[in-house]
């Protein structure tokens, strides 16, 4: 009988050695020690055999069973890294050590623009906020003066919601949240409102080259005791020499904003154009960059701050115009065009 062991010991060695997948190896392995398998029967065989021998051709069936079973191990595991081996060589060659002949990525120039502002004010203690996109009528007007039905309600053409809130118009709508967060700072230890809060706002307008429905502006509070306008021209100066690096002319017109009194409108001599007149300053020389103004005591008093109290200014800087001020970007659409032929032009150190 342990010539039948021996018969069936060859015959498996000379069948493996001939498979050459997993499917083979799989039907092998039912054929030799499956339920009906070959070393199986030779098991089930046993009790047949007499008794003198039982012992040596138990101890055959279980190491032939236990080759058989570990030979089908050995060659599945050789099996599937074949297979792996077969797929990595059909996948195109990538050598992960080769340098990439890929362009390098480049800030939106709003971003940097945006960026530079908040390192300058944060250098003077300013603190940089963030605020939501879709804000109340509440907080876009209400809270700033603007009651419902006011006329200077027109000179923003808001997308409003189905839900009644709007999508912001100015980054004054953040006013409001930005005093109810820090007032208590402000009347229990002293500690004067500074912050700026730079974001992305809609108007329905029509595009141009200086219009674009949708644009970057960068608010910024003082509210403290005794702040004045000489506090205002200050900081507006000394962060508009620091972008432009150099000392720029400004000029202080009035202006009406109803969150403001007085109000003024600070602009800029155009920087393309010198002053001569181009089409992006309206031909005027001067490019309004910056809205600005005294808070008004209406404003303070809905964002909890005493008006009798404290006073302080506020102003709506805009950064898109000072992104194309600064790059000699003629025409607001090439800011949003997604164009990297416009895009990639700039970089941090410029
Ligand atoms: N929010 C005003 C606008 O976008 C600008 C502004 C801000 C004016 C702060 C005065 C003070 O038109």
């Known amino acids: ?130 605020y939501s996109e879709i804000v109340t009528d509440y907080e876009c007007f209400e809270a700033l003066n603007i009651p419902k039905d006011h006329p200077a309600r027109d000179m923003q053409d808001t997308y409003y919601l189905e839900n009644g809130q709007l999508l912001k118009s100015h980054t004054s709508a953040a006013q409001n949240a930005i005093y109810k967060k820090y007032k208590d700072a402000l009347i229990n230890e002293g ?59 400004v000029r202080l017109r009035p202006g009406f904003f109803p969150f403001v009194e007085p109000g003024f409108e600070l602009d800029i001599s155009c920087l393309i154009c010198g002053g001569e007149g181009c089409p992006s300053c309206k031909h005027s020389g001067w490019l309004e960059l910056c809205p600005c103004g005294m808070i008004h005591p209406e404003v303070l008093k809905a964002g909890g701050i005493d008006p009798e109290e404290y006073t302080g200014f506020a102003f709506g800087l805009g950064l898109t115009r000072l992104a194309m001020m600064k790059y000699g970007v003629k025409d607001i659409r090439d800011l949003n065009s997604g164009s990297l032929k416009v895009l990639d032009q700039f970089t941090d150190d410029n």
């Open 191 to 249: 500690k004067p409102i500074k912050a700026i809060f730079p974001g992305r706002c809609f108007r329905n307008e029509a595009t141009d080259a200086c219009h674009e429905n949708t644009f970057f502006q960068m608010e910024g509070v003082m509210v403290d005791k005794d702040i004045s306008i000489s506090n205002l021209i200050f900081f507006m100066k000394t962060m508009l020499s620091e972008v432009f690096r150099k000392d720029i002319k």
């Open 1 to 130: 009988m342990s010539q039948r062991t021996n018969e069936v010991r060859e015959s498996f060695l000379l069948a493996i050695a001939s498979v050459a997948t997993v499917d083979e190896l799989e039907k092998l392995r039912v054929e030799y020690i499956g339920k009906k398998g070959l070393v199986t029967d030779l098991m089930k065989a046993m009790k047949d055999i007499p008794n003198e021998e039982k012992k040596s051709f138990g101890q055959a069936v279980n190491a032939l069973k236990t080759e058989v079973e570990g030979l089908i191990t050995e060659k599945r595991e050789e099996l599937k890294k074949k297979e792996i081996e077969l797929e990595n060589a059909a996948m195109p060659e990538f050598d992960v050590s080769t340098p990439a002949d890929l362009k390098r990525g480049s800030y939106h120039p709003i971003t940097l623009v945006q960026r530079q502002c908040e390192d300058i004010f944060r250098s003077m203690g300013f603190a940089v906020e963030d």
